[in-house]
């Protein structure tokens, strides 16, 4: 069964050092920004975006992108505007963006838009991820979390309507409001792009994805608690009369290989850093009140057995949080996963941290010439 | 101490649960953005010359919300539909913090409702220097440490806080804090046109601060004060956020002259 692979990564500003990290108490939200060079910057998405255009050359069936805010974890600010980049940069990878923050947006119809314009520019090539946006999105947006949930709920479904209902339409909802909803730029994909939803845990979410029929990407998961997830889906599918296939299902992992597993060993020890200080922070940053159900609480606490930035690298890979080692070694481990969960889609975070250009390059190489077509049976 | 009881007041299918007891002429507590305390010291001081009626907001612990409820706004709505369905009318009032607040409201939109009104460390306008606590973005321990100057001298501070809570309590308070950031996230505990409304209120208004407010600037009491007319200002040395379990004592005292 084939699997797409997808490349990935969260565009770091890496050069923060522990030194510099520990004297705050998390590297999201309130991390102060007269720390940022946009000089620096500017190299980076330089080098980034060749990273991107070279995993398509490797092989790499898609690529993905994503958006956080105040952080230097990730330089993403607007899928938007990188998958617009990539639209153009590239011809034939997917480009999926996991994705669009929608309880943060005040704006539906422009995003819809903005999507389809992506959609046309990169002659269908778009896949639409949709998200809540982590707890701390909620702070940095001043979006009011107990209201998370339903408006992605409601902008999902104006969004939608946008896509496949003739306009001029009305909207009068609980949060959005049009006149005349009737952008001129539509997606070139019948019915709409291909829609996805990152998960953590929330029932509600898995609950949410099947009715839509869309497909559930379980994020730095447990495999035994993805596995949970995937089968809750199937059940869910099945009783509402459908069958649930691996198209359904993509699972996030950090992912390196370097020549043999003592390189990959040693050079994969940047994922470190993206593992480390980036997910430190008070409780309040990851849940503001009212972010999470009680459901989602438990789910959440249930999604791993200690938090990923307490966990040593031996333990980030026991957990399969980050799989390391020789194509061989990285083949074999990644065949268990796909098999284990019975996923379509596979989504490595290829860069993470200060990996350098040079072992960045190298890794999407080896995975272009041996890991993903060892996938593909 | 005052016998009290717990009641059930449906308003318009609502649920409201209310801690009522004393006698005398009717009193309206209404609690701040944490949730209702329970029956205090300073409290039952008052139901020994009235007839307090002290209810959980919508929302909050055993009352229900009312899907249309989401804003100050909504809540003061709401309080005067409260008060008809209790037949009360023209009764004294005393809002603590976000409970200040909707008092304000509906003082300032329905001019019947209340014949006195106190406002006790009081949200609802901004500051001009200052600014209004996060207190949704730190944890409750935190916020625990901003609202006592001195929580040695505050004599009910080990039974309502230091004690351990039960699951239930846990939960209680969670959901009170979610129905907190529900009404005040954003703007965060104030609303810009209450300065301008309140030049409607035309009963005697009593503000009282601790001086040491490190949630609600004092600043706060000085912009009611000159909001509404005729009003005064009390400020208690060395009190934080809550004057009435930090200084039962003076609040009581200063309570009472104000509402006799």
Redesign the interface.
């Known amino acids: 069964m084939s699997l797409d692979v997808y490349y990935f990564t969260e565009m770091p500003y890496h050069y923060i050092d522990d030194e510099l990290a520990e004297q705050w108490p998390s590297l999201r939200l309130t991390f102060p920004n007269s720390y940022f060079d946009p000089n620096k910057a500017t190299d980076l998405f330089k080098r980034y975006l060749d990273e991107f255009q070279y995993a398509e050359e490797a092989g790499f069936q898609g690529l993905m992108i994503n958006e956080h805010h105040n952080t230097p974890s990730c330089m993403d600010v607007e899928v938007n505007i990188t998958g617009g980049i990539l639209a153009r940069m590239t011809s034939k990878a997917k480009i999926l963006m996991l994705g669009n923050m929608l309880p943060t947006s005040d704006n539906p119809p422009r995003l819809a838009e903005e999507i389809a314009m992506l959609d046309v520019i990169s002659g269908g090539r778009i896949v639409s991820g949709f998200v809540r946006g982590i707890g701390v999105e909620s ?1 940095a947006s ?1 979006s ?3 209201h998370n949930r339903e408006r992605f709920e409601e902008c999902h479904d104006l969004i939608i309507k946008t896509w496949t209902t003739p306009g001029p339409f009305r909207w009068e909802g609980k949060h959005y409001q049009y006149r005349a909803v009737n952008p001129w730029m539509v997606p070139v994909q019948k019915p709409h792009p291909p829609a996805w939803v990152p998960g953590t845990g929330s029932p509600e979410t898995v609950e949410w994805a099947v009715k839509h029929r869309y497909t559930y990407a379980a994020f730095l998961t447990e495999l035994t608690r993805a596995k949970e997830l995937f089968g809750s889906y199937r059940d869910q599918a099945a009783k509402a009369g459908w069958e649930a296939g691996p198209d359904k299902f993509a699972f996030m992992i950090c992912a390196h290989v370097n020549e043999t597993d003592e390189k990959a060993q040693e050079s994969g020890k940047a994922f470190m850093w993206r593992m480390g200080h980036p997910l430190k922070g ?4 990851w849940a ?3 972010y999470f159900s009680q459901a989602g609480v438990a789910a959440n606490a249930a999604r791993r057995q200690k938090p990923m930035n307490q966990m040593s690298y031996e333990e980030l890979q026991e957990h399969n949080h980050l799989v390391v080692g020789s194509p061989e070694t990285v083949i074999k481990k990644l065949r268990h996963i796909k098999e284990e969960l019975g996923i379509g889609s596979l989504l490595l975070e290829t860069q993470g941290g200060p990996l350098s250009h040079e072992d960045t390059m190298r890794s999407i190489k080896l995975m272009g010439e041996e890991v993903i077509p060892a996938l593909q049976d | 101490m005052v016998a009290f009881t717990e009641e059930i007041v449906d308003v318009g299918g609502t649920k409201v649960h209310t801690l009522k007891g004393g006698s005398g002429e009717p009193l309206l507590l209404l609690h701040g953005a944490g949730g209702n305390n329970g029956w205090l010291k300073s409290i039952d001081a008052l139901a020994e010359k009235y007839t307090v009626y002290y209810p959980s907001h919508p929302g909050y612990a055993k009352s229900e919300r009312p899907d249309w409820l989401e804003t100050i706004p909504d809540m003061a709505a709401f309080y005067t539909w409260y008060l008809e369905t209790l037949g009360l009318e023209g009764i004294r009032a005393v809002g603590f913090s976000m409970g200040g607040w909707i008092a304000s409201e509906i003082a300032a939109t329905c001019n019947h409702a209340f014949s006195k009104l106190m406002l006790v460390g009081s949200v609802g306008i901004k500051p001009n220097v200052g600014e209004i606590a996060d207190l949704f973005i730190i944890s409750p321990a935190q916020v625990l440490d901003l609202m006592f100057h001195d929580p040695s001298q505050a004599p009910e501070y080990q039974a309502v806080y230091g004690r351990e809570f039960t699951p239930e309590e846990m939960m209680v308070a969670e959901g009170n804090r979610e129905m907190a950031v529900r009404l005040c996230w954003k703007p965060y505990m104030h609303d810009a046109r209450l300065t301008s409304l309140l030049a409607r209120v035309n009963i005697p208004t009593r503000m009282v601060w601790g001086k040491n407010d490190q949630i609600v600037p004092v600043e706060c009491g000085e912009l009611f004060n000159k909001a509404i007319k005729g009003s005064d200002l009390v400020v208690f040395d060395n009190c934080g956020h809550s004057p009435q379990v930090e200084k039962p004592d003076e609040f009581i005292k200063t309570a009472l002259d104000f509402l006799a």
Do not use: L, Q, R
Request: proline share 33%; net charge neutral.
């Open positions: 702070w001043n009011n979390p107990i008070p409780k309040e940053y503001p009140p009212g």
